[in-house]
């Protein structure tokens, strides 16, 4: 063969190799990155009476730093009709506020039982509200996730039920022939003479 065949062909293969290099890369980095971000921003945290489900959506690298996006389920325990597993995929139907945006706007702690976002945005001004979420099947025992939220869900329903029967408990007291007694005697200015007879 002449040997301007075999400097032609290793020319390709140079270049096929170069290539499969950059592209293999390139790849690597991109696949690291997303699962960085997946480690960092995928989870599912019960706060307080509020369930969030967090998924990592990309990250740009066009600005001067980089910036994660991720995207934000917030749903209040007690407002969940239902839980259904299919397959691998969790579906909570219940009014749901989902906000995509920078992770970092996305922090979040719940205050006095509120929710707040990062730079102190009330979780009623940001994003838009649905009827449910459909989780995927990034986390491992599904199974056990359905059961750890509807669990959480009937702690909180039972605090409700128990505060409400005290409330219950306690308009009953108010409405009583007894109570309505009490206010008399006290308002005839009996705790007053009370006192001074307790102070001699």
């Not at 020319?11 to 499969?20: E, M, N, P, Q, R």
């Not at 969030?52 to 991720?70: A, G, M, N, Q, W």
């Amino acid at each position: 063969m002449p040997p301007k065949y075999y400097s032609f062909f290793f020319t390709i293969l140079t270049v096929c190799l170069g290539f499969s290099l950059i592209t293999v890369t390139i790849g690597s980095y991109i696949a690291t990155t997303k699962i960085n971000g997946h480690k960092k921003h995928t989870f599912i945290e019960i706060k307080g009476k509020f369930l969030v489900i967090s998924e990592f959506r990309e990250t740009s690298f066009l600005s001067p730093h980089e910036d994660d996006y991720k995207d934000l389920f917030v749903i209040k325990l007690d407002e969940i009709e239902d839980i259904y597993l299919f397959g691998k995929k969790v579906i909570i139907i219940a009014p749901t506020r989902f906000i995509t945006q920078r992770a970092d706007f996305l922090d979040y702690s719940v205050e006095n039982g509120d929710f707040i976002l990062g730079g102190s945005w009330d979780l009623s001004c940001a994003g838009e509200m649905r009827e449910g979420i459909e989780i995927p099947d990034f986390f491992r025992r599904p199974m056990g996730i359905a059961k750890a939220i509807e669990a959480s869900r009937e702690r909180i329903l039972e605090k409700q039920r128990k505060r409400d029967a005290f409330r219950e408990h306690l308009l009953s007291v108010a409405n009583s022939d007894q109570f309505r007694k009490a206010r008399k005697f006290i308002k005839r200015g009996s705790v007053g003479g009370a006192y001074r007879s307790f102070k001699g």
